[in-house]
């Protein structure tokens, strides 16, 4: 979930998700150039499952949604 969005910023649509019942357990990796202290603590009391700062690694970033699909980690 990118936070910096047009009309509906990643918070928020991170609210809509996790307020459907039908959605609510699908994991939500919050990716934002956002740093500051308190970024993270906001993206995560909006429901993200993770969070992850700018610029990151790829590699990184798909270990851990692997660790959220369940897949074994690999190399």
């Known amino acids: 979930m990118d936070i910096q969005m047009p009309v509906v910023d990643g918070y928020e649509a991170t609210r809509q998700i996790k307020a459907d019942p039908a ?4 994991p939500v990796v919050a990716v934002s150039s956002f ?8 993206a995560r009391a909006s429901g993200c ?4 700062t700018k610029p990151y690694s790829p590699v990184d970033l ?4 692997r660790r959220y699909l369940g897949e074994p980690a690999q190399r």
């Open 62 to 65: 798909l270990r851990l949604v």
């Open 35 to 42: 740093a500051m202290k308190g970024d993270e603590e906001k």
């Open 23 to 26: 959605l609510t357990q699908i």
């Open 49 to 52: 499952d993770d969070y992850v």
